[in-house]
Each structure stands twice: as C-alpha cells, then as structure tokens.
C-alpha cells in the first residue's frame, strides 16, 4: 500500500457487518470485528457490541467516532432514565433515545446501530437505525457493508420460532459469510444472547469460522514463522 494516499490519515471506519435476529425467549447480537483506515487495518479485533444497560445492546457500524459518541449518549441519558423511575428502561426507550439522537443529527452523522434486547414487558427486541435516524422494528436486522451479501440468505434461512442454538449459529455463519465476501468485514465473529436469565457472550476465532467458496486456509505469519526459533543458516 501506498503511504502517500493518505490512507493512515483517513477517519476510523467499521466497515462492518452487524446483526440482530430475535428467537423464543430473546435476541441474539452478533458482529464481526475489523475497524478500517481507508484501506489499512486499524484494529482487527475490536468489540462492536456495546452495552447501554443491563437488558440492552447495541451493535455499532458506519464511522467509528459517531457511532460511540450515539452510544455513549444514549447510555448516559438511559442511566438518567433508569434513576428517575426507579425500574429498568425499556428495548424501546432505549431504541427511541438512539433515534432521536441519529435523526436530529442526520446532516453530520454517518452511522447505523442495531439496538437489542429483553425487558419484562415486551420480551425480546430488535430495532434497526439505518442512516438518516428511521427506527425500524424488525424480528432480525442486518446492517454495514456486508449486509448486502446476507439478504437472500436471511430470507432463506430466518424462520420465527427459533431456539438460542438455532439464533445463534445462524448469526455465526451469517458473520462468516459476510467475512468471506466482504473486504471491509473480518477478524473475529462476537455475539452477545440476551434474554430473562440475563446476558451471555460468545467469541469465535477466525480459525474456527467455516470456510467458505475459495476462501484460503489461515497460514501462519511471518512472525509465527519467526518466533518459532532462528532459522537454519543457508549452506552455498
């Protein structure tokens, strides 16, 4: 890569895939984990699930930097919420407040969020916020860059009444897929299950990901090869 094109300058961006799918009794969040500079890798494994409160997740594409500032609003106006009527916020106050802020703010951000999660009223939910602060509540949504490669697969494969297993490999190989197709997604596949017993997380190394159509195997790297001991010396 070429220094000069400005690449490293460029804004931290999570070229990302991000999904949410609802099951019997919750949500599972899942997400890939490789933030962009342009075209270098900043952060390979970084964590695009961010928790807002106990019951309640959000998943995290589009600019790096808007995206935690929204979150980091949001969790600060739900802790408000929280102290003043004494009891838990709601999946959708939690997805309204997000909204509010996306929306009122559309001219200068460039993010998307997945809002998930269980509350005693409504059970599980998920809520998509594309660009532009339009808040949609779907029974599974897809966002960033490889969520145009899924679309067909989730119309396939997502049927309503699923168990956690069934949520959750099927998050896990919609991110696997996503990976293999798109440049801008990658690195590890975390998920996040949500539901009355509480939240769990789950992390995935790459190399326990499936492969898919002419993807590679992983090799080792250079400094795998290095570490391993001193080379022999080359005899002439």
Not at 31 to 49: C, P
Not at 142 to 163: C, H, N, P, R, V
Not at 185 to 195: A, D, K, M
Request: glycine residues 12%; negative net charge; proline residues 3%.
């Amino acid at each position: 890569m070429d220094v000069s094109t400005g690449d490293f300058n460029a804004p931290h961006s999570m070229g990302t895939t991000i999904i949410g799918v609802t099951y019997n009794g919750g949500v599972v969040l899942g997400a890939d984990s490789r933030t962009s500079t342009g075209m270098y890798v900043a952060n390979r494994a970084s964590d695009k699930i961010t928790q807002l409160t106990d019951n309640v997740y959000l998943c995290r594409s589009g600019s790096a930097a808007d995206s935690q500032i929204v979150s980091d609003y949001v969790r600060y106006f739900l802790h408000q919420h929280t102290i003043q009527l004494g009891q838990p916020a709601t999946v959708k106050v939690a997805a309204n407040l997000a909204r509010l802020l996306s929306y009122n703010n559309k001219n200068m951000l460039q993010t998307g969020l997945i809002i998930g999660g269980w509350d005693k009223y409504e059970g599980g939910k998920i809520y998509g916020i594309p660009l532009g602060g339009t808040l949609l509540e779907q029974p599974f949504a897809i966002g960033g860059s490889g969520s145009s490669y899924l679309y067909g697969f989730f119309d396939q494969a997502w049927k309503e009444g699923m168990t956690r297993e069934e949520a959750e490999q099927l998050v896990v190989k919609a991110v696997s897929l996503a990976i293999a197709r798109d440049g801008a997604s990658g690195g590890v596949v975390r998920t996040v299950t949500i539901n009355s017993e509480g939240v769990t997380r789950n992390f995935y190394p790459s190399d326990k990901l499936s492969l898919w159509h002419e993807e590679l195997e992983p090799q080792n790297s250079l400094l795998d090869i290095l570490s391993t001991g001193s080379p022999e010396p080359m005899v002439s």
